[in-house]
């Protein structure tokens, strides 16, 4: 132990601590600066730790406290506050860089160490400056124009004020900076490890380290030993019926007997701290009899394999689905021209910034006492209940954190479980926070396909027939892989009008990584197939692949895939205002000829289905003392954007100013069931449900004469009001006839992807991303950019660089996470065709890019080297070699 | 437990009942909770073999009811039983089916588990 003197943020200290303590720790956990984030296990890759010391930054993992003798350390604190920001703060909320918020101080550090010493830095100045700076959720492109805003308050040009959209400039359309943006950009916001709760006990699971095993004993006497050590949890101290599952049973808290996957937990330590926990975590003894491992599909599949899920009533093939629309066999014998090809996509992760978390407690004593989870998204039927069910405690109250990233992972229960459970066993509060290389291993991912698709077109260049067989690789647990699939089949035909399908899928369990939702959630996939076959019959035909998009686009009045009549197809508007972008990259390619380095543009389109059968929301209101508003509705935002949906509804429904709304969306207890934000639901349900409480609630108030809360009360009417949206019409497939009514709305769009490869080192670059989308009215349009950009860097790591490998995806770089070094420019053009049954005519948006950035970027690489890669990712080794077969 | 093995998924169905058409899931769960009515309930729940209601079943309907309509979702067995101060046993006997099947299902409440069967979606011949 060693003093050492320094000043954070301005006051000096006096610190007596181990000189080898990492500057991180003594921030967060000795002073409660929770501002400072981290992501990467401590290895330097993410910034998210990132402070000012002596005027330069420093990523404070890597940071000894011994090193800080009479230092001046500046963290995202020691900047501004809400109530009086720093004007970089200002800029990153008033450019709507910031969604999920868990990079966002480390990103503002970065910042203020730029433009300490450069007021007016060029996009490479930034790039280099923040390059090891990690960012899920916007692709970079808002954090530099953030930036740069920044570079402008500080050199004097304009202002915040001058920046900062007027209250009287209504809600529909309008940028108003997000209700909680501000307090993300000042680190004040609490994830689920900044919260303060003295006393609490630290967990570390115990995970099996084989693919497929039978667990023969768990010993961890010498565990409970170790100082620190509270005690040792495993299944047999479950009370419930230990499952996590959504609907196959094959999902437990801690496995019993068989652990079918590597990452399986096994047994947790709760201690003091968490150094201790997972030092006697790795003192738990387990035996294992390692068992065969059952690595992919085809191995699933064949004759003989072993029964991935140990249960002998499930077989390999988890689900089994089919699409017919007229008869695409007799089709294609009639078809002029026939597409034949295999397509793979490969399994990603959602790859959120903030590793796994969880807190649990017991409020009040005996039977009556209250199982309190502090989670990582609400759903209250989803989390609460079947946390409720699997501990074995009817009083379960769900509350959400604020969350760094979601991209679908958080639909399924994690680290809730073990936290759950441990605070019941122990009747102590706990905190479950995973390290990155657990979180890796422990949730779900994107599900790989493999597709062999037919596509057949008449001698007039229009498409006849469309038949794929997939094949679906589920990994060891089903999550709600059946949904994805059916998701796969209800999106199958996209875009366009394909009056015959025939497609075949099956989800086959592995020993391996499980896929569960991950934004796009099944259409992902299947778009590239079809996307990547409409381009090949493009060419096949000699015909421009926008032009053979605009002439097979679906019309109002024509059918989708599932035979769902559309009553609008906004689609053909987007190709139609793609065009002058799509004609500017053709002539651009044909101007840089270069043989070594090869320009290509790629187009693909989307047509994304929002609100699935019979969905549900319902939200409340209710009319403050103050006149203000407080929303009710279980909208989970871990940053897409609904803060800004439900308030800008709200307020424009009620005429309350912006600054009264109030949301409260995070508490079981307090909620009405908006059910899960997933699958770019919340806008077109919560959005609907909320409009009709605004409604129920002024149809009371001109009842009553009221005007005020006063007016209401006196007149003895409650001041809660609810509202309800039920997709009554919207049905499903029919059994009998493979078709139905499959979703209430959808948003459309087309991408342009412009690339360069690099004909020597196999590399593909990205110059730009062009997208126009039509999701209906828009209320915030920053809000749906940002979801467009994020989803575009996104989708391009998907054709390019990520591919999660169980075991060996340990960490960020491993898993070749987007960078400032992999940031291109893209340009969103946004068009708004009312919906006609959607709230105020807008739908919703969180998932489009990842539908057809991908595709569009495969497009690209074919249009550049004239040879087709089927195979996600579209890597180096791939491009070469696709060269050398040429 | 459900089973993959040749299994369809059941699918909801439309029902005309006291007069009104209500759309069921394929586990007899309402889909529009709305359309649930007392007379309605009496139905259902002769169908499922309560030949008369009782003072402590109408009062465990009424406080569900009332829940759902002013709370916007279902109740948790938690909420039930502080809500008619009856034990979880005594809500599992109260209706046939128990608590999932007797009384949520009879009560209009949405299916607490949302979760599909898994299954084959296949086009039947």
Redesign the interface.
Known sequence: MKKITFKVNGIPNEFIVDENLALIDLLRKGLHLTGTKQSCDRKGQCGACTVIVNGKTVRSCLTKVGELEGADVITIEGLGTPDNPHLIQEAFVLAGTIQCGFCIPGMIMAAKGLLDVNKNPSVEDIKKALRRNLCRCTGYGKIIEAIQLAGRFLRGETTPDQVRPAASAGQIGVSHPRPWSMMKACGVVKYTDDLVIPGVLEIAAVRSPHFNARVKSIDYAEAEKMPGVVGVITAADIKGTNSIA????DEFIFCADHATVLGSPIAAVVATTRDEARAAAAAVRVEYEVLPRVATAAEALAEGAPNVNP?P???N??????L?KGDAEKAFSSSAHIIEEKFSTQLVHQACLEPETAVAYVDGEGD?A?LVVIGRSIH???H??IL?VAVGW???RYIEAFAGGQFGIKTDVTTEGIAAAAALHFKRPVRYTATLAESLVMTTKRHPYSMDVRLGADADGKLTAYGMDFIVEKGAH?SIG??I??RS?DMLSGAYNLPNVKAEGKLVYTNDAWGGSARGAGPPQVNFALESAVDMMAVKLNMDPLEFRMKNSLHPGETTGTGQVVDEWAFLGCLEHIKPFYDKACKEAKDNKNETVRRGVGLAGASFGIGS??D?S???VELDPDDGLTV???VADPGEGNDAMLSQIAAHCTGIPLGKIRLSTRDSEL???AGVSASSRQTFMSGGALVKACEELKAAMKEAGAKTHADLVAAGKPTRY?G?K?L?DV????????QGKTWGSFVHGAQLAEVEVDTKTGEVKILKMTTVVDPGTIFNPQAVIGQVEGGADMGAGYALREHFVLGKSKDWITYKFPTFATYFPKETVLLETPRSNAPLGGTGIGEFTLVATHPAIANAVYNAIGVRICDLPITPEKVLSALGKK | MIKNEGRTIKRPYTRIIAGVEIMFNGEGFFITPSSWTEDVFQVLAQEAGVEEISDKQWMVVNFIRKFYAEQGKSPLNHHLKVGTNLSLAELEALFPGGLKYGVRRLTGLPDPCRRKVVGKRVKSD
């Not at chain 1, 093939?317 to 089919?322: A, F, K, L, M, P």
């Not at chain 1, 049905?731 to 493979?738: F, H, I, L, P």
Request: aromatic share 8%.
């Open positions: 959504v609907a196959v049973p249960d009533d499930f077989s093939i988890v689900y089994e689905s089919e017919i009556d209250q209250v039927h989803m609460a209940a409720s009817d009083n379960v089903a059946f949904v699939m059916d089949m059968a019979n549900s319902n939200m409340a009710y509705g279980s909620v009405p069931d609810m309800k039920i009554e049905q499903g497939v029919d059994k009998e006839t493979g």
